[in-house]
């Protein structure tokens, strides 16, 4: 069961939407701290105003919300952004070369997360999650949806195809990426609440954090907050994995790795690159030498528990070590650059987790590490904004 409202829309006009909104994912702090300070209107002002090095620091936060404000409504005067007349559940599809993505776009209790019936699967991040709660407490936009996996459901599928009929509000092309957004009528709206009232329980695909401040600021004030969410169906996301880059000062030989290993695992050398095509295998990239490392039995744990709770922690017993995560989406040219460039870089390339595995870890109540799915689609901040 999925609790469900629409909600008036605030999206960049026709025209600017491309050069509006921002993607994240592939965007540095730097990155958009340089677009913040451009003159062109840009999401990254309402992210990382530029604040005057000058004031105070006790006092800098208090100006940058300010600012934040100050061009949120410059924005909306400006018809820069607009805001719908009226409250509407929305539509989108994203398309790239070989696929097409689609999902609903609404607001969501955060108290059907409080009552388990949106479940999750990772860990999270406490510095990051504290600092997304401040940043939606003080700014009140909330302007990047959480991406909700729900079971496939003809009924939302047949009414996804009666809003497609129609020509979408707005339209254009960002990043080799097409995006679409339709409003859904009136008429459809109490079918649409009712067919979300059925669904069952929903996982989180992407969005831990932004969901977790959200349910901090709730309990925060007391008061039951909707957040901004887009639900696709189970069979329509695509899963790619976070391969992990280790960086130690423990100069580890591979005999010595070999030899902490081998009760539970073979290494062996390979002529090229491991890319894992099956679970219980890992490709391992260090000092310029390639390998595979197999489970030598049967294994029914997630790759991504196998590496970090069964050979990690076996290597590097108490020694400390730093743990670069890299999408499987970043060419495999620069991750093997990047464990080159690193001190004592230990490459692992792992196998993707499965949407069944993904539901089933939910389900059961445990958590992945953090970083263990890289779920597509991934939605620009600023394109569709609830404010708070």
């Given at each position: 069961?999925?609790?469900?409202?629409?909600?008036?829309?605030?999206?960049?006009?026709?025209?600017?939407?491309?050069?509006?909104?921002?993607?994240l994912?592939?965007?540095t702090?730097?990155?958009?701290?340089?677009?913040?300070?451009?003159?062109?209107?840009?999401f990254?002002?309402?992210?990382?105003?530029?604040?005057?090095?000058?004031?105070?620091?006790?006092?800098?936060?208090?100006?940058?919300?300010k600012?934040?404000?100050?061009?949120?409504?410059?924005?909306?005067?400006?018809?820069?952004l607009?805001?719908?007349?009226?409250?509407?559940?929305?539509?989108?599809?994203?398309q790239?070369?070989?696929?097409?993505?689609?999902?609903?776009?609404?607001?969501?209790?955060?108290?059907?997360?409080?009552?388990?019936?949106?479940?999750?699967?990772?860990?999270?991040?406490?510095?990051?999650?504290?600092?997304?709660v401040?940043?939606?407490?003080?700014?009140?936009?909330?302007?990047?949806?959480?991406?909700?996996?729900?079971?496939?459901?003809?009924?939302?599928?047949?009414?996804?195809?009666?809003?497609?009929?129609?020509?979408?509000?707005l339209?254009?092309?960002?990043?080799?990426?097409?995006?679409?957004?339709?409003?859904?009528?009136?008429?459809?709206?109490?079918?649409?609440?009712?067919?979300?009232?059925?669904?069952?329980?929903?996982?989180?695909?992407?969005?831990?954090?932004?969901?977790e401040?959200?349910?901090e600021?709730?309990?925060?004030?007391r008061?039951?907050?909707?957040?901004?969410?887009?639900?696709?169906?189970?069979?329509?996301?695509?899963?790619?994995?976070?391969?992990?880059?280790?960086?130690?000062?423990?100069?580890?030989?591979?005999?010595?790795m070999?030899?902490?290993?081998?009760?539970n695992?073979?290494?062996?050398?390979r002529?090229?690159?491991v890319?894992?095509?099956?679970?219980?295998?890992?490709?391992?990239?260090?000092?310029?030498?390639?390998?595979?490392?197999?489970?030598?039995?049967?294994?029914?744990n997630?790759?991504?528990?196998?590496?970090?709770?069964?050979?990690?922690?076996?290597?590097?017993?108490?020694?400390t070590?730093?743990?670069?995560?890299?999408?499987?989406?970043?060419?495999?040219?620069?991750?093997?650059?990047?464990?080159?460039?690193?001190?004592?870089?230990l490459?692992?390339?792992?196998?993707?987790v499965?949407?069944?595995?993904?539901?089933?870890?939910?389900?059961?109540?445990?958590?992945?590490?953090?970083?263990?799915?890289?779920?597509?689609?991934?939605?620009?901040?600023?394109?569709?904004?609830?404010?708070?």
């Open positions: 069961m999925a609790t469900v409202k629409a909600f008036r829309g605030i999206f960049p006009r026709e025209g600017i939407a491309a050069d509006f909104t921002l993607d994912e592939n965007l702090y730097s990155n958009v701290k340089t677009l913040a300070k451009e003159k062109s209107p840009s990254a002002k309402l992210l990382v105003p530029p604040v005057d090095k000058k004031a105070p620091k006790h006092l800098r936060k208090g100006i940058s919300f600012l934040i404000d100050e061009s949120f409504k410059a924005f909306l005067d400006e018809g820069i607009i805001e719908d007349k009226g409250d509407s559940f929305y539509y989108i599809e994203i790239n070369d070989s696929r097409t993505f689609r999902g609903i776009w609404t607001l969501t209790s955060v108290q059907d997360y409080l009552d388990g019936a949106i479940k999750r699967h990772e860990a999270v991040d406490l510095r990051r999650e504290m600092g997304l401040d940043y939606i407490s003080n700014s009140g936009i909330d302007a990047n949806p959480v991406l909700l996996v729900y079971p496939r459901s003809e009924l939302l599928i047949d009414l996804s195809k009666k809003v497609a009929l129609n020509s979408p509000f339209a254009f092309l960002k990043g080799g990426l097409e995006y679409k957004l339709w409003r859904f009528p009136a008429a459809l709206e109490s079918e649409l609440v009712s067919a979300f009232k059925d669904i069952g329980n929903c996982y989180v695909g992407d969005g831990h954090h932004r969901l401040a959200v349910k600021n709730s309990l925060k004030i008061k039951t907050l909707f957040f901004n969410s887009v639900y696709i169906s189970s069979p329509d996301i695509e899963i790619l994995g976070f391969n992990r880059l280790i960086k130690s000062e423990m100069n580890i030989s591979i005999d010595l070999m030899t902490k290993l081998e009760a695992f073979r290494l062996s050398h002529n090229s690159l890319i894992p095509a099956r679970k219980g295998s890992f490709g391992v990239y260090y000092k310029k030498h390639c390998y595979e490392l197999e489970c030598s039995a049967e294994n029914s997630l790759d991504v528990n196998i590496l970090h709770y069964e050979i990690l922690s076996i290597l590097f017993g108490r020694d070590y730093e743990i670069e995560y890299m999408s499987q989406k970043i060419p495999v040219e620069e991750q093997i650059e990047k464990a080159e460039d690193s001190k004592n870089g490459l692992f390339f792992l196998f993707p499965t949407v069944t595995e993904l539901i089933k870890v939910a389900d059961s109540g445990n958590l992945m590490p953090p970083k263990s799915t890289y779920v597509l689609p991934k939605f620009l901040s600023g394109l569709l904004i609830n404010r708070i």
